[in-house]
C-alpha cells in the first residue's frame, strides 16, 4: 500500500500546484483588468484566454457576480480555487497517509 500512497501523494501534489499556478494568474489578470493593458500583449491575451472561459461560466450561473459596474467574478473563482485546494488536496493527503498507516 505504500506506493499506492506515494501516487495518491503526488497526485495531491500536483493538483495542490496547479491550484496555486491558477490562483496567481487570476490575480495577475484581475490586477490587469484595473488598468488599459494593450489587448495585443501576448501576456494580456495569455491571461484573458486562460481565464476569461471560467470568468463568462461563473457571469453565466451566478448572476449577481456584476454589481455596479465591479465584475466580482475573479473572487468567486478565486474562492472556488481555494476550497478545491482545501477540500480536494487535504482529503487526498488525508487518503494518502490512511494508506500509508496500513
Known amino acids: 500500500m505504500g506506493y499506492l500512497a506515494n501516487i495518491v501523494s503526488g497526485l495531491a501534489w ?13 490575480i495577475a489578470s484581475a490586477i490587469i ?4 493593458p494593450d489587448p495585443y500583449n501576448p501576456i494580456v ?15 453565466r ?7 455596479g459596474g465591479f465584475d466580482l467574478s475573479p473572487i468567486v473563482l478565486i474562492a472556488i ?9 487535504n482529503n487526498l493527503l488525508y487518503l494518502a497517509r ?4 496500513q
Request: glycine share 2%; aromatic share 24%.
Open 33 to 36: 483588468s484595473w488598468v488599459s
Open 81 to 89: 480555487i481555494e476550497f478545491l485546494r482545501f477540500a480536494v488536496v
Open 45 to 59: 491575451r495569455f491571461l484573458r484566454n486562460v481565464t476569461e472561459p471560467i470568468y463568462i461560466y461563473i457571469r
Open 14 to 26: 500536483i493538483i495542490g500546484n496547479i491550484l496555486s499556478i491558477y490562483f496567481y494568474i487570476v
Open 98 to 101: 490512511q494508506m500509508a498507516l
Open 61 to 67: 450561473y451566478i448572476p449577481f457576480v456584476y454589481i
